[in-house]
């Protein structure tokens, strides 16, 4: 599904990312964990063509995303609240989502409604805009509006960060919902351990840019993961 | 802690983003800062000799006393409009170990060395000095000069108590206009002279320097309330506190008879709607409509018609202009939501386009009743009003291609009151003076009619070529993505 071919990204002389090879077979749940600075998010921007890449590049079902757009029509992606359009209802910003992706009213409705539970009465029908809404809030309705118009691809930056307990465990169901009942490639990144192993097949690890660890998840992970990062934190 | 003060200053300033493009905007605003201080100065030379031939049996002292209320009334509305206080970001200081009465004094005493208050001082001195050259007494002059001085200094904090509370209502230049024109007005029907009263004021502290106190006393007062209005700011409580604003929700259905552009039309017209700074472009139409209010009625300007082109550009295209300049950064803050998604850029920039030509439309139809002042002004209006569409939509929206300054909708920085300035009118120059010079040629070869039709033509040869323009403005749109992406997602305010 997504191919990542000698990818190289250098701000000056600083390289901030260097990716040999990397695939993710379509329908895989993916995480990415590394400290501050390791490259997770220039790796997800990458992706979405929001930054440009110094050499190489990804090709997802085929397309270059440097190239061509046609990656955009099944990719959706909730990175930071920048995604959101403060001044709209998060009803409104579903539904704004929901016609670039040619979903009417009706569709964003009912995809949303099964969403009531994650959004936990905070969400709809508030009469707020998404600015007046806590960091948790817009998070919720970021999320959310990744899954309208059924993507194929959906990347989200450190999504547990901002939730409160019982929402970081109803977006784990999602999350393995999305990967089993619908076959969509879902990428993570995150720095909590417990959840990304919780919820990924496979997790890699990047450190300066660089794949360190590619591993797929079993009960020996966490322990792995655990060990990498106390002892990188000695070094 | 000036000093650190300073140093953060400046190192935002130096740090920032725009600085080569803020250091060529600096630059031109310096150039007419001097032009403006000369102009003082030539004032300030002339005018003991211009007033002694224009009333030769008055004193010039009183002459100018008696004018003084019409100064203080002036420089305070043009302060409101253009004088702004000093931005310094507060929120990193309140924890730490800073007095908050030291950063207000701070704020306060720097808006005190403000341009606007030094200009009075090019009139003031060099006519004091002339009056000393012509045997008035040295001390008194003095103290009358340090009387206009500290006057300057209470219109500078005056100003900014009446913008912290008119800020918050949405016609915040009416209350001022209001109390202006009232006061003008008790004054010019003789209910109340302040202009007397003001300037027997004056007479009183030239003859008994000890009344200079009652300035200074008002001066210090201002400050206090100053100083207290700013105190309460400080506190985070107004920016933490949930703020509950109903929400306006209409559907907007009739959008989707611009067929695919809907979906953005909307959003365009929420976003002005729901965001301080966009709805205050709205309130600038009226201005804009009344532009020509200043002129029409003056025979000075009768024969002049390139004249009406310059205003004509001007009251059909104010929208334009300041809208349009910040295309596309009103959308900078979700701007790589934008392009993460499946968008066709056209589309996007079409609804922008689309907005300004009916503004175009409905602020030329409401200019209609001009006519009252002559066909020509009518004529003038209507074909720059097609230049408007024709033209300048695509120029301004070419140029938003370089626009690369985040606009934060909706965080205000915590001393900014109205968030735009000079610069804003600035970029509308060309705009206006364009069509104004190419009609003047045209004029002065041939005649009017020639000229509109010039006029008219390059607007038609715009709309024409509108699909060509768009696809070429889309491209460089395109092409600067990525600088676009990286300096939108900078913060820069």
Request: proline residues 3%; glycine residues 6%.
């Amino acid at each position: 599904m997504i191919t990542t071919s000698n990818l190289l990204k250098k701000y000056n002389k600083n390289q901030v990312l260097n990716i040999k090879l990397l695939e993710i077979p379509k329908g895989q749940s993916f995480g990415l964990v590394g400290n501050n600075g390791a490259g997770k998010t220039t790796y997800f921007s990458l992706l979405l063509d929001l930054i440009k890449p110094t050499a190489g590049y990804i090709e997802t079902n085929g397309v270059r995303v440097d190239e061509s757009e046609n990656w955009k029509p099944f990719t959706a992606a909730f990175i930071d609240e920048s995604f959101l359009i403060g001044y709209l209802t998060p009803e409104e910003y579903f539904y704004f989502i929901g016609e670039l992706r040619g979903q009417n009213k009706a569709d964003v409705d009912k995809l949303v409604s099964g969403f009531e539970d994650f959004f936990h009465g905070e969400i709809l029908g508030q009469k707020k805009y998404l600015r007046d809404l806590s960091k948790g809030n817009q998070k919720k309705a970021g999320i959310v509006a990744a899954l309208i118009g059924n993507p194929k691809v959906i990347i989200l930056d450190e999504p547990f960060a901002n939730l409160d307990p019982t929402t970081q465990i109803r977006l784990k169901g999602i999350i393995k919902n999305l990967v089993e009942k619908q076959d969509v490639t879902v990428l993570i990144s995150s720095h909590d351990l417990l959840h990304i192993t919780d919820v990924c097949e496979r997790i890699v690890v990047l450190e300066h840019g660089e794949i360190v660890k590619d591993l797929v998840t079993s009960e020996a992970t966490l322990k792995e993961l655990e060990a990498h990062f106390s002892r990188t934190e000695v070094l | 802690m000036i000093k650190h003060f300073l140093s953060l200053e400046w190192k935002g300033a130096f740090r920032s983003l725009n600085f080569g493009k803020n250091l060529a905007i600096k630059i031109f605003m310096g150039f007419i800062g001097v032009w403006i201080l000369l102009m003082f100065l030539g004032t300030g030379l002339s005018l003991y000799p211009i007033l002694k031939k224009i009333f030769p049996e008055k004193d010039p002292l009183l002459v100018v006393n008696s004018f003084l209320f019409y100064w203080i009334l002036g420089d305070l509305i043009s302060r409101f409009f253009i004088q702004k206080l000093p931005v310094m970001r507060v929120k990193p200081l309140l924890i730490l170990p800073i007095k908050r009465s030291k950063v207000i004094n701070y704020v306060l005493g720097k808006s005190s060395l403000s341009f606007f208050n030094f200009l009075s001082l090019f009139i003031i001195v060099p006519f004091g000095v002339s009056l000393i050259v012509k045997g008035y007494s040295l001390n008194s002059v003095l103290i009358w000069m340090l009387a206009i001085a500290i006057v300057t200094q209470i219109n500078n904090f005056l100003n900014f108590i009446i913008e912290s509370f008119s800020s918050k209502k949405e016609l915040s230049f009416l209350p001022l206009i209001v109390f202006s024109g009232v006061l003008y007005g008790l004054n010019y029907f003789n209910a109340i002279s302040f202009s007397e009263i003001i300037g027997s004021g004056f007479n009183a502290i030239y003859e008994s320097p000890i009344f200079v106190i009652i300035p200074i006393a008002i001066l210090a007062l201002f400050y206090i309330i100053n100083f207290k209005i700013l105190y309460k700011k400080l506190f985070l409580d107004s920016s933490l506190k949930s703020k509950v604003e109903a929400v306006n929700t209409s559907n907007l259905e009739w959008t989707k008879n611009f067929g695919d552009i809907a979906p953005f039309m909307q959003l365009d017209l929420k976003l002005i709607w729901r965001n301080k700074r966009t709805k205050s472009t709205i309130w600038m139409l009226a201005l804009g409509l009344l532009y020509g209010m200043f002129f029409y009625p003056n025979p000075t300007y009768v024969d002049k018609p390139w004249f009406f082109i310059f205003i004509g550009v001007f009251t059909s295209g104010i929208f334009l202009m300041n809208f349009g300049q910040f295309i596309p950064a009103w959308d900078s803050s979700y701007y790589k939501m934008l392009m993460s998604q499946n968008i066709k850029y056209e589309k996007y920039l079409k609804s922008k386009f689309t907005l300004m030509v009916i503004s175009v439309l409905i602020l030329f139809l409401l200019s209609v009743p001009y006519v009252y002042f002559g066909w020509e002004i009518l004529l003038a209006h209507f074909v720059t009003a097609i230049y408007n569409v024709g033209v300048n939509t695509h120029v301004i929206m070419y140029g938003g291609a370089y626009n690369r300054k985040k606009i934060n909708l909706d965080e205000k920085a915590t001393f900014n009151y109205q968030g735009t300035g000079v610069v804003q009118w600035l970029i509308g120059i060309p705009l206006m003076v364009m069509p104004a010079l190419i009609f003047g040629v045209f004029y002065a070869v041939f005649n009017l009619e020639v000229g509109c039709l010039v006029i008219a033509l390059l607007g038609i040869v715009g709309i024409v070529f509108h699909q060509k323009w768009m696809s070429l403005i889309t491209k460089k749109y395109l092409d600067s993505k990525y600088k676009m992406i990286d300096a939108f997602s900078q913060d820069n305010s």
